[in-house]
């Protein structure tokens, strides 16, 4: 159920930024405008919310009723002004880095008390003179998971080092020059991307406060745009990508499996064509390792049988269809994908496969991403980590 939650959230912020982008790009295709200042404007900002952790099974504990989870933020943004092509494309979004510290129901070492270092991106949906409606996704990395009750923590989280993610929505009003309040509503999910199976994952709900505090005196005046036509843009991605997962089985069957984390490596290339200055969409190949398949095949319906496996069997070959959003340097990457050619075993993955991430450009070709990987549309399977490069080249 968690992985069917995770993977559904995942989803949603890929199918809203992909529908703000759609609406930026109707309302403008622009250009750099003069007179923009280059310098964009910074602030700070602190933030409280409390809410409930969802109990998926007996293994949680109950708590001290809807308030069972609290955490606490600090983060550094900057707000974009429309100096840049992207902004006004993205609706003069705003991002940064922050900090979370949480504490988890009546006895914190239940699972310890997680803090997380992430990546916060929010945008724009309703903006007044003084106020705005915004959306605001996140995502970093957690540590600091312990527990005095092992078989509990396994069950939860199973893991020290986790990832973060978060999903949140806002009304922002503007106190004055350079104070704003916002409150909103926000769900978060730590999970450890199957390096741990018997584990269920957090996923919590909250309300929240935050008090930003901008640096200077004048807030950023958003520059306006100018329309364009767009000439379209060809790319060639190569990709290598490289996670871990575990199997999922009775931990008295095949010892030597139980708990180990297995190699999966896949090599991609995708051909994308340009469908504004933001969205693109194309066709790839999936050629992939999976080192888990000697282990698949030995425990079948949780009895270990005796098997021979052949260096084929690890291979498997597969096609996807992609679509990818960009803001500057960052991109939203999503894939659909069907397997080709995949050794049949017990519990190996159903045909089709999905995945949802997120790429970072080091520069106009190379980029480093990450991304989670789901089959059946709900039931994510691990994380990978990729670096590319991609060849680009304008419509004729």
Do not use: C
């Not at 991002?95 to 803090?115: I, N």
């Not at 049949?344 to 993955?349: H, Q």
Request: hydrophobic fraction near 40%; avoid cysteine; charged fraction near 20%.
């Amino acid at each position: 159920m968690y992985k069917s939650l995770t993977f559904s959230v995942l989803s949603l912020v890929f199918v809203l930024l992909f529908s703000i982008g759609a609406v930026a790009q109707e309302a403008s295709t622009v250009i750099d405008t003069t007179g923009a200042k280059k310098k964009y404007k910074a602030w700070i900002g602190a933030s409280y919310e409390a809410g409930t952790v969802f109990r998926l099974n007996n293994s949680y504990p109950a708590g001290n009723g809807f308030f069972n989870y609290n955490a606490a933020d600090i983060r550094l943004g900057w707000q974009t002004n429309g100096s840049k092509v992207w902004h006004g494309l993205s609706n003069y979004p705003y991002y940064g880095v922050g900090l979370t510290s949480a504490a988890l129901f009546d006895d914190v070492y239940q699972v310890g008390k997680p803090a997380a270092l992430y990546f916060f991106y929010g945008g724009n949906i309703k903006r007044w003179k003084r106020s705005g409606v915004n959306y605001e996704w996140r995502m970093g990395l957690s540590s600091n998971f312990d527990s005095n009750t092992a078989s509990t923590w396994e069950q939860i989280i199973g893991a020290r080092k986790n990832i973060y993610m978060h999903l949140g929505f806002e009304y922002a009003y503007q106190l004055s020059q350079r104070f704003d309040v916002a409150a909103g509503i926000g769900y978060t999910h730590y999970t450890n991307a199957t390096l741990a199976v018997d584990s269920r994952g957090l996923n919590m709900f909250a309300p929240k406060v935050e008090f930003r505090y901008h640096l200077s005196d004048s807030r950023p005046v958003m520059v306006p745009v100018q329309k364009k036509k767009f000439k379209g843009e060809d790319e060639l991605v190569l990709a290598f990508s490289a996670g871990a997962k575990e199997m999922e089985y009775d931990r008295a069957v095949a010892p030597e499996y139980w708990g180990k984390n297995f190699f999966v490596g896949t090599f991609s290339a995708a051909w994308l064509s340009g469908m504004s200055h933001s969205l693109k969409a194309g066709l790839g190949f999936d050629m992939g390792y999976d080192a888990s398949i000697k282990a698949e095949m030995m425990v079948d319906n949780d009895v270990e049988k005796p098997v021979t496996v052949e260096g084929s069997d690890y291979f498997m070959l597969g096609t996807f269809g992609t679509i990818e959003y960009s803001m500057d340097r960052l991109s939203l990457v999503g894939d659909l994908g069907v397997f080709l050619l995949n050794k049949d075993v017990p519990k190996a993955e159903p045909r089709l496969y999905q995945r949802i991430g997120v790429r970072y450009h080091l520069n106009n070709d190379m980029f480093a991403g990450v991304r989670l990987r789901a089959s059946e549309f709900s039931q994510a399977e691990f994380v990978e980590w990729s670096v590319g490069y991609r060849f680009r080249w304008t419509h004729n």
